[in-house]
C-alpha cells in the first residue's frame, strides 16, 4: 500500500505551492467536520482539496465560480478520499457544474384533458458517468441547521465513488468477494427496512429519498456518515460499521473529541 500510494503520488499533478492559509478558516466556517479533523487530516485534506482545483474544470451556470465555491466543493469532495488513495481524484468525473440554484429540462407531456403542458424537472445535483457533477449552489450555500444532516457534495460524489467499477449499483470497488457479501448483505436489509420506514411514513434518521434504489442508499447514507456520524452508529451500527471500513475513518470518534 506505501509503494502504491508512493506511485499515485507521483503520477498526480501537482499544485505550485502550499495551500493558501484562508482555506482553512473557510472550511472550518463552512463545514461540519473540518474543525473536528485531527491537524494531519486537515492538512492532508487541504493538500487534495488544491490538487483537485488544479486538475478539475470548473464551470458556473448562471452564477459565476469564486474561490470560495472552488474551495467548499473540493474541501468536501476530498473528505470522502482521506482514506482512499487508491482511488485517485475521482477520475471519471474532470467537470464541475455550478448552478445557482435547482435545474433540469422542461419535459413535454400530454394531460388526461388533451392539453400539453410543459413540465421542468427540479435537480438540486446530478452525477454523469464519465461526465460532470453538477450541483445546485443555493442548497450548498444553506446554513448548516437548514441543511439537517444532508450534504448535496457528499452525495453526489458518493456516485462519483460508484462509477469507479463501471456500474452505478450502490457497491462501490471493494477489496474482496467476502466484503463484497457482507455490504451487500447489510445493504440489502437498510434498504428493506427504509422502504418500509418510507412507505409507512415514519421518520428515519436516513434521507428516504435512499429507499428508491441501492445507488441512491449508499449516497444518502454516506451523507448521514459524515454529517450525523455518532446518531449513525447508534442507529444503524452495521451500517456505520460497512462505511467505517470502506473509508478508512470513523468520523463518529472524532466528532466526540473535544474541539
Known amino acids: 500500500m506505501k509503494l502504491l500510494r508512493r506511485i499515485l503520488d507521483a503520477l498526480r499533478p501537482k499544485a505550485a505551492g502550499p495551500p493558501p492559509a484562508a482555506w482553512a478558516d473557510l472550511l472550518a466556517a463552512r463545514t461540519t467536520f473540518f474543525a473536528r479533523l485531527p491537524d494531519p487530516q486537515r492538512e492532508e485534506l487541504l493538500r487534495l482539496a488544491q490538487r483537485f ?12 465560480v469564486t474561490e470560495e465555491m472552488k474551495v467548499v466543493v473540493a474541501g468536501t469532495a476530498c473528505l470522502l478520499l482521506l482514506g482512499l488513495p487508491q482511488h485517485g481524484l475521482f477520475p471519471r468525473n474532470p467537470d464541475v457544474i455550478i448552478h445557482a440554484r435547482d435545474f433540469g429540462q422542461v419535459v413535454q407531456a400530454v394531460g388526461p384533458d388533451g392539453q400539453r403542458y410543459e413540465i421542468r424537472e427540479s435537480n438540486l445535483g446530478q452525477a454523469i458517468y464519465r461526465g460532470p457533477i453538477r450541483l445546485a449552489w443555493s442548497t450548498i450555500d444553506a446554513p448548516p441547521a437548514h441543511r439537517r444532516g444532508r450534504n448535496l457534495i457528499l452525495h453526489e460524489y458518493a456516485h462519483a465513488l460508484d462509477f469507479l467499477n463501471g456500474l452505478i449499483d450502490g457497491t462501490p470497488p471493494l477489496e474482496t468477494r467476502q466484503r463484497a457479501a457482507e455490504w451487500a448483505r447489510v445493504f440489502s436489509g437498510e434498504l428493506q427496512r427504509l422502504r418500509a420506514a418510507a412507505d409507512a411514513g415514519q421518520p428515519t434518521l436516513l434521507d428516504p429519498y435512499g429507499a428508491t ?14 454529517e450525523q456520524p455518532v446518531e449513525l452508529r447508534r442507529r444503524h451500527a452495521e451500517l456505520y460499521a460497512q462505511l467505517a471500513t470502506f473509508y478508512g475513518q470513523d468520523p463518529a470518534s472524532t466528532a466526540e473529541r473535544p474541539v
Open 53 to 64: 482545483i488544479a486538475t478539475k474544470r470548473f464551470w458556473g451556470n448562471g452564477i459565476a
Open 213 to 226: 434504489n441501492p445507488a441512491e442508499l449508499f449516497a444518502v447514507a454516506t451523507e448521514c456518515f459524515f
